[in-house]
């Protein structure tokens, strides 16, 4: 059974930071490339940073470059995403995406980020 668990969301102040998690399970993990989106309320669905399955490459949004990290660990079946210098705009559900391709992808169920005073 395919499982991504995330962890690690919650309520922060605007200049935080938050590090999120995602568990991955019933499949092979480092077989994957992995991404985190997020959705805001009102707002389509949008990548926010991926990795390839090896670790040895990454991308980000523009508008979390040079505050957000993503980072895995095969050993772990984990991918992390550190984020700092957060802003209210930051708020949304962060959502773990594996893929494989096109048509081999896996989502977690979410986690909530709140950034606010």
């Known amino acids: 059974q395919v499982q991504l668990v995330e962890s690690g969301g919650g309520l922060v102040q605007p200049g935080g930071s938050l590090r999120l998690s995602c568990a991955a399970s019933?499949?092979?993990?480092?077989?994957?490339?992995m991404r985190w989106y997020r959705q805001a309320p009102g707002e389509e669905r949008e990548m926010v940073a991926g990795?390839?399955?090896?670790?040895?490459?990454?991308n980000y949004a523009d508008s979390v470059k040079g505050r957000f990290t993503i980072s895995r660990d095969n050993s772990k079946n984990t991918v992390f995403l550190q984020m700092t210098s957060l802003k209210p705009e930051d708020t949304a559900v962060y959502y773990c995406?594996?893929?494989?391709?096109?048509?081999?992808?896996?989502w977690g169920q979410g986690t909530q980020v709140t950034v606010s005073s």
């Open positions: 990795i390839s399955s090896t670790g040895g490459s990454t």
């Open positions: 019933g499949f092979t993990f480092s077989y994957y490339d």
């Open positions: 995406n594996a893929v494989r391709t096109k048509l081999l992808s896996y």
